[in-house]
């Protein structure tokens, strides 16, 4: 199996704070990684697609960079709406395996 | 629109048996693979099983092989995921998703943009 170790686990931070979380893969996965914003009590939300994709109606706020094993996403400037637990996902290879989530908290 | 309806799930004791059900609307069921995904209480989340487009293809995760069946129903624009043997360890919330995308002999990956509203399955005695 891939195997996807994410970082931060938890990360506290303020309104218009730049945030970055990052992702490694145990394998080369190219461009196949997601990321996933989860609120409590619902289903994740794709945000960004193969790696670098804004999915359509997510804010600009939103990005996503990397390939192969190394990726980042990032929260340009943090809103309240934003708190939530994020997750990286590769689909290059099955199973699909998720990082283990960063759970971000307002400060 | 696109909509994923997760039934089925509830209370059972350890050895027990559960069927979830995913009704899926908006789309033509049977171009893309479906998937199942677990997340525990305050856990992360896991890919449990896979289908393929026609049915052919199946994955489950080494935890959950030999113990669950995961199949569609064209027909009924269903996908089901039978489990049998539950342990304690299979309480989650389980989830559907769409997947890769398949027409005619070409296909497509695609991440998983759709997800139903959860089940809750609970094993305990």
């Known amino acids: 199996d891939t195997q996807m170790t994410q970082s931060p686990s938890s990360l506290s931070a303020s309104v218009g704070d730049r945030v970055t979380i990052t992702c490694q893969a145990s394998h080369d996965i190219t461009f196949s990684l997601n990321w996933y914003q989860q609120k409590p009590g619902k289903a994740p939300k794709l945000l960004v697609y193969?790696?670098?994709n804004l999915e359509a109606g997510v804010p600009s706020r939103f990005s996503g960079s990397g390939y192969g094993t190394d990726f980042i996403f990032t929260i340009s400037s943090l809103q309240p709406e934003d708190i939530a637990t994020y997750y990286c996902q590769q689909y290059a290879n099955l199973p699909n395996t998720f990082g283990q989530g960063t759970k971000l908290e307002m400060k | 629109e696109v909509q994923l309806v997760e039934s089925g799930g509830g209370f059972v004791q350890p050895g027990g048996s559960l069927r979830l059900s995913c009704a899926a609307s908006?789309?033509?069921?049977?171009?893309?693979?479906m998937h199942w995904v677990r997340q525990t209480p305050g856990k992360g989340l896991e890919h449990v099983s896979g289908i393929d487009t026609n049915g052919g293809a199946s994955y489950y995760v080494n935890s959950v092989k030999g113990r669950f069946t995961v199949s569609r129903d064209t027909s009924k624009n269903t996908v089901d995921l039978q489990m049998a043997s539950l342990r304690p360890e299979d309480t989650a919330v389980y989830y559907c998703a769409r997947g890769r995308y398949c027409s005619g002999t070409r296909c497509y990956l695609i991440p998983y943009a759709y997800w139903g509203q959860g089940a809750l399955v609970t094993v305990s005695s």
């Open positions: 193969d790696a670098t």
């Open positions: 908006g789309f033509t069921l049977s171009n893309y693979d």
